[in-house]
């Protein structure tokens, strides 16, 4: 199922560089979200966008920004990395619907880490 | 904001035994409970979900049960088998006035099944 896609699923870059994670998909979503998953703290939002023009932080935003370059298209930032910026990243969509389920959909992941 | 808690981090079963995860939340406001299931190397996926004007719902060998009074609400597999080996979140969420439908996770439990 290639519906959420990201790029690249691995990342090995050193403190300071500046890296770029990105998402597309073919749901037809307009809701796009990133999230962070280290072990023992689940999963934690980083931004979000309900459109291309729609752009709202999440609870743990600092240290990364991102790009809404069309309805199918977010891209997550990180202008500097930092070692504890090491995780496992996963973008995801949603639709909410009739009722208000508003499942996300998580693509396979990226691992990035920053030595 | 919401807070949800996930008990245990880690639970480890024998095939055929049942297993119990529980979570609970902080905000009387959320309505909406949502089960993801992560496969090894994958996105995490919706597997069940019950919305607050019920109190238990079932789906073969999963079940959510859910107590509004205090709080909390539980996933339920029976007749565990290896492919239910996972990292399992629990999630709440409020309705659209209340936050846009973004869910809140736990943070985690990783369910292994011993054959």
């Known amino acids: 199922d290639a519906d959420v896609t990201q790029t690249p699923r691995n990342r090995i870059t050193k403190t300071g560089k500046r890296i770029m994670l990105e998402c597309s998909q073919t749901?037809?979503?307009?809701?796009m979200y990133w999230y962070r998953q280290d072990p023992g703290l689940g999963l934690r939002l980083i931004y979000y966008?309900?459109?291309?023009?729609?752009?709202n932080k999440g609870e743990i935003s600092d240290g990364y920004s991102v790009s809404r370059q069309a309805q199918a298209k977010f891209s997550l930032s990180l202008e500097s990395a930092i070692p504890n910026q090491t995780a496992l990243y996963f973008c995801?969509?949603?639709?909410?619907?009739?009722?208000?389920?508003?499942?996300?959909?998580f693509g396979p992941g990226t691992r990035l880490t920053v030595l | 904001g919401e807070n949800v808690e996930q008990h245990p981090s880690t639970l480890s079963v024998q095939e055929g035994d049942s297993a119990v995860i529980k979570c609970t939340y902080s905000?009387?406001?959320?309505?909406?409970f949502p089960w993801y299931k992560q496969e090894l190397g994958k996105g995490p996926q919706l597997i069940i979900d019950?919305?607050?004007?019920?109190g238990e719902k079932k789906d073969q060998r999963i079940a959510v049960t859910l107590n509004k009074t205090a709080k909390h609400f539980s996933l339920h597999i029976t007749e565990t088998q290896p492919e239910d080996s996972a990292v399992y979140f629990c999630?709440?969420?409020?309705?659209?006035?209340?936050?846009?439908?973004?869910?809140?996770f736990g943070r985690g439990t990783s369910l292994i099944v011993h054959p």
């Open positions: 995801a969509t949603s639709d909410p619907g009739t009722g208000g389920r508003n499942e996300q959909f």
């Open positions: 749901k037809g979503h307009d809701r």
């Open positions: 966008s309900f459109d291309v023009k729609d752009i």
């Open positions: 905000d009387s406001a959320s309505n909406y």
């Open positions: 019950i919305r607050s004007n019920v």
């Open positions: 999630a709440a969420r409020k309705g659209a006035s209340g936050g846009s439908y973004i869910p809140t």
